[in-house]
C-alpha cells in the first residue's frame, strides 16, 4: 500500500512544481464582426522565454509571429496580413490580424527552453449580421374581416441564427415556427404569422424585424391592413336552360365611410409645421384635407406642401403660412362616397419670432427702466420734502426763540419804577432848551404810554425805534454839554 501511495504523492508534487515554473498561458478573444480586424492577445504570468502565433493545417504549422524574451525580437508577417506588437516588460503580446476567417484556429506557443513548452489555441468566430430581410406581402393588402390570412418573414445569411420578432400595429411578439436553412456556413430563417382580423383593425401595420446579439434590428417593409365586411369576396354566377349554362364572377368589396390615417407627429416651427401620418385606404373616390384652427375650433383647409417621402407608408406635409408664436390644432379630414371622418386633434405652438421677440425686450426693458426712473424720482422729490420741512420748522422755532427773548425785554421796559428811578429821569437835565421846542420828549412819553398796552409786541415797533433814535440823540447832546 505504501508503494501505491508513493508514486502518487511524487507525481502531485512534480505537477504543482511545473505548473509554478510555467504559469499560466491566455489567449483571446476570438470573436469578431465581419469586415472588422481582430486582435488576440497572449499573455503569460512568467516572465522569460520565446513566443509564436501559428497555425496548424494538416500537421504543418504556418508560423504569423515571433517574439523572443531573451533579444528583445518581435517578428511578424505584415505582408500576410499579421501584425504582431511586443511588450517584454509585461510579456504581453498582440497579434492583429486583417482578414479573419471563420473557424480558423490559432496558437499561442511559450518556449521556456530545457523541454518546457506550453500552448493554447482559440477558434475564431465571425459574426455575420442580418444583411437583408423579406415579408411576403405587399405594402397595402385587403383582409377579409374575420377570414385567416397569412404573412411570412425571410432572413438571409447571418451567423449566428437570427431572431425574428413579428409587429402588429404597436405590439411587438415572436412567433416559433422558424425554418433555418444553411448557406455557405452562414443561416436563413423563415418565419410565419397567421392572423384574424376584424373592421377594427382597419389601417393598422403588419411587418418584422431580425437582428443578431449585439447588432441593430433590421425591419422589413410595413404592410398596411385594408379590412373588408364579412360578405366581400368573389362572387359566381350561373346560368343555365335546356341549352346548356353559362357562368360569371365578380369581386365585391362592402365598404363605409373611411378610417382617418393616423398622425404620427406635428412639428411647430417659426411660421410652419410638419405634419407626418402614416397613408390610408379611403375607398372609392376618397380624398384627405389637412385643416387646422386657431380658436374656438373654427377649421380652415390650411396650404401645404407635400415634401419628399421618406417611407412609402407615411406622408410628411409642410403647413405654409402660420402666425409666429401661436397655438395651432391640426386635424384630417378623410372622405368618400360613404361619409366623412376625421382624425384625432393635434396642437402646437408655433416659435416666436426673433425680431418680435427683440421688440417684445426692449419694450420691457422701457417698462421696467420708467418703472425704476419714476420710483427714484419719487424719493429724491420726498427726501427734498423732507429736507424742506425739516428746514422751515427750523426757521420757524428759531423765530419763535428770538421772539420770545424780545418780548422778555419789552416786559422789563414796561414795569412800573419808582420816580427816583425812573428811566427818564435825569432826561431833563441834559436836553437843551431846543430839544425841548420840538417836543422830542413828549413823544418819547407817548410811545412808552402805547407800549403798555403792548409788552408783547415786537421790538422792531416804531415807537420804539424812535425812542432808539431820542436816546442816542440824547447822548449826543449829553457828550456836547460836557465837552462846553
Not at 99 to 127: A, D, K, W, Y
Request: hydrophobic content about 30%; aromatic content about 10%; proline content about 4%.
Amino acid at each position: 500500500m505504501s508503494a501505491m501511495v508513493l508514486p502518487r504523492f511524487i507525481v502531485t508534487i512534480i505537477t504543482l512544481y511545473f505548473s509554478q515554473c510555467t504559469g499560466q498561458l491566455t489567449l483571446g478573444p476570438a470573436e469578431v464582426r465581419e469586415g472588422e480586424a481582430l486582435v488576440l492577445t497572449c499573455k503569460s504570468t512568467e516572465p522569460g522565454g520565446t513566443y509564436r502565433f501559428y497555425s496548424s493545417n494538416q500537421g504543418s504549422k504556418e508560423t504569423y509571429g515571433i517574439g523572443t524574451g531573451s533579444l528583445r525580437i518581435c517578428r511578424s508577417e505584415p505582408l500576410q496580413g499579421y501584425i504582431l506588437e511586443c511588450d517584454f516588460d509585461n510579456w504581453i503580446f498582440n497579434l492583429t490580424i486583417s482578414l479573419p476567417v471563420h473557424n480558423q484556429v490559432i496558437f499561442c506557443e511559450r518556449n521556456m527552453g530545457r523541454g518546457q513548452l506550453m500552448s493554447i489555441n482559440v477558434t475564431i468566430f465571425v459574426q455575420v449580421p442580418v444583411k437583408r430581410i423579406t415579408l411576403s406581402t405587399p405594402r397595402k393588402i385587403d383582409v377579409v374581416s374575420g377570414n385567416i390570412f397569412t404573412f411570412t418573414c425571410k432572413t438571409f445569411g447571418s451567423r449566428p441564427v437570427a431572431d425574428i420578432l413579428w409587429h402588429f400595429n404597436s405590439t411587438t411578439f415572436s412567433w416559433n415556427n422558424s425554418v433555418v436553412s444553411h448557406n455557405d456556413k452562414k443561416f436563413d430563417v423563415t418565419s410565419t404569422l397567421t392572423l384574424t382580423f376584424t373592421r377594427k383593425d382597419q389601417g393598422k401595420v403588419v411587418y418584422c424585424s431580425s437582428n443578431i446579439v449585439g447588432e441593430l434590428p433590421l425591419q422589413s417593409t410595413k404592410t398596411f391592413l385594408n379590412v373588408l365586411f364579412e360578405d366581400s369576396g368573389r362572387y359566381s354566377c350561373t346560368i343555365s336552360n335546356s341549352a346548356g349554362s353559362s357562368s360569371g364572377f365578380i369581386n365585391v368589396n362592402v365598404q363605409k365611410k373611411p378610417f382617418p390615417p393616423p398622425v404620427i407627429q406635428v412639428v411647430c416651427k417659426t411660421n410652419f409645421a410638419f405634419i407626418s401620418l402614416t397613408s390610408s385606404f379611403l375607398g372609392i373616390e376618397g380624398k384627405q384635407t389637412l385643416q387646422y384652427s386657431k380658436i374656438d375650433d373654427v377649421y380652415e383647409n390650411a396650404t401645404v406642401e407635400v415634401l419628399n417621402k421618406t417611407q412609402p407608408e407615411i406622408n410628411i406635409y409642410k403647413v405654409l403660412n402660420l402666425s409666429p408664436g401661436t397655438e395651432y390644432t391640426f386635424r384630417i379630414l378623410v372622405s368618400n362616397v360613404y361619409g366623412i371622418t376625421s382624425s384625432k386633434r393635434h396642437k402646437c405652438s408655433t416659435d416666436i419670432d426673433a425680431q418680435t421677440e427683440r421688440m417684445k425686450n426692449c419694450e420691457m426693458e422701457s417698462i421696467i427702466g420708467g418703472t425704476l426712473g419714476g420710483i427714484v424720482f419719487i424719493i429724491i422729490l420726498l427726501v427734498g420734502v423732507t429736507a424742506l420741512y425739516k428746514s422751515r420748522k427750523q426757521r420757524i422755532d428759531k423765530g419763535k426763540s428770538v421772539t420770545t427773548n424780545r418780548k422778555q425785554d419789552v416786559s422789563y421796559v414796561d414795569q412800573v419804577l419808582p420816580s427816583s428811578d425812573h428811566s427818564y429821569q435825569g432826561f431833563s437835565t441834559s436836553i437843551s432848551k431846543e430839544t425841548m421846542n420840538t417836543n422830542t420828549y413828549e413823544k418819547m412819553e407817548e410811545c412808552h404810554e402805547r407800549e403798555k398796552g403792548s409788552e408783547y409786541m415786537e421790538l422792531t415797533h416804531p415807537c420804539k425805534r424812535e425812542e432808539d433814535e431820542m436816546s442816542k440823540t440824547v447822548d449826543t447832546g449829553g457828550m456836547y454839554s460836557d465837552m462846553k
